[in-house]
């Protein structure tokens, strides 16, 4: 196995060949911060949160440390005045759909994003894709699906699957970082397949740490 040595914040560390940015990183117990990247998914580039700064052969630049390989002598800057205006800025976009999310509203704390900046577009979904690659990936359903594409790309329930696979999985309520996952479902069941929910205890499955779940207070009818 090649060993490559890099520095990230000024930590020189080793690492192997096909290892990420970002999981050196998270050896290491340096932060990066994540919206879309889920350790038993693969990864998918998709919210930008996790951009850092790299200098290589004198050159700067900024990628997506959860797709960015390794490489020999690297110098990683998780964070420098363009690395948190990036973010600030992917914070305040990310906010227009779901001002309230938990996990926006902390990062917006730290990198002093304004919540207001961008016109609400309250989507409530934040397209980071977790549910549909978690039913994909871990639970090969295919009960939640990405639809449309551009402005109006959104993601749905497919209600065939769901009313026989979701009842007792619900796994990706967990893992939505905006709690929209659990409101499309709800949605697809009470417009599908209403009543037929079944009252057997829900099993509590572990997932990855638990997400605070917000109310939503209204909801597109997209089913
Ligand atoms: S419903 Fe939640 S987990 Fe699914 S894509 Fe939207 S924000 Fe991500
Ligand atoms: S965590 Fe890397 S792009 Fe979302």
């Known amino acids: 196995m090649t060993e490559i040595n890099l520095t990230i914040d000024g930590k020189q560390v080793k690492a192997e060949a096909g290892m990420t940015v970002l999981d050196v990183a998270r050896r290491e117990d340096i932060y990066i911060p994540t919206l879309c990247h889920h350790e038993k998914l693969e ?4 919210c930008r949160l996790c951009m850092v ?18 490489a020999k002598d690297i110098v990683v800057r998780t964070r420098s005045d363009k690395v948190d205006k990036i973010r600030k800025v992917l914070v305040e976009e990310l906010m227009a759909h779901a001002p309230d999310a938990p996990e926006l509203v902390n990062l917006a704390r730290e990198y002093g994003a304004d ?8 989507s409530f979904c934040v397209l980071c894709g977790l549910c549909v690659r978690y039913c994909d990936e871990v639970k090969k359903k295919n009960a939640v699906s990405f639809f449309d594409n551009g402005a109006v790309r959104q993601i749905k329930f497919v209600a065939e699957i769901a009313k026989n696979e979701c009842w007792d999985c619900q796994e990706c309520f967990a893992i939505c970082p905006t709690s929209y996952a659990q409101a499309a479902y709800l949605l697809t069941e009470a417009l599908a397949f209403p009543g037929q929910r079944k009252t057997a205890k829900r099993a509590a499955k572990a997932t990855a740490k638990p997400r605070v779940i917000i109310p939503i207070t209204a909801v597109p009818m997209t089913a």
């Open 43 to 46: 990864a998918f580039g998709g």
């Open 53 to 70: 700064e790299v200098e290589s052969r004198g050159w700067t630049s900024y990628v997506v440390s959860c797709l960015y390989p390794v």
């Open 115 to 122: 919540r207001d900046r961008f016109k609400k577009e309250a």
